[in-house]
């Protein structure tokens, strides 16, 4: 059973930064595809960025594009996601999840039904 803990939220102002880290145990299994998603208050909740961890293609939701980064650390098993010029519409909670069966692959890494293991999430409030 793949554990995942987020960190790193927290309140920051509008065009500020913060990054947070996605740390996982209990890995049995190769990793196909570590998400990062999110989910407003009222609203659904939605993809934000992916990494295929074969090739480390990268993907953004187009509302965080050129704004976010993923990226991971294996000898730590962590995944980040850096965000710069935080907007009062990325307030969220934010979540990482993994795929370790591969379904990523062929469903799509936007896709929440691809993902296996979800971490509990960590708030991000950016003030205007």
């Known amino acids: 059973q793949v554990h995942l803990v987020e960190s790193g939220g927290g309140l920051v102002q509008t065009g500020g930064s913060l990054r947070l880290s996605c740390s996982a145990s209990g890995r049995t299994s190769d990793t196909i595809t570590m998400g990062w998603f999110r989910q407003a208050p009222g609203k659904e909740r939605e993809f934000v960025a992916s990494m295929i961890y074969s090739n480390e293609r990268v993907y953004y939701a187009d509302s965080v594009k050129g704004r976010f980064s993923i990226s991971r650390d294996n000898s730590k098993n962590e995944v980040y996601l850096q965000m710069y010029r935080l907007k009062p519409e990325d307030t969220a909670v934010y979540y990482c999840?993994?795929?370790?069966?591969?379904?990523?692959?062929?469903?799509?890494?936007?896709?929440?039904?691809?993902?296996?293991?979800w971490g509990q999430g960590t708030q991000v409030t950016v003030s205007s």
């Open positions: 999840a993994e795929d370790t069966e591969g379904r990523t692959l062929y469903s799509g890494t936007y896709r929440e039904t691809s993902y296996k293991y």
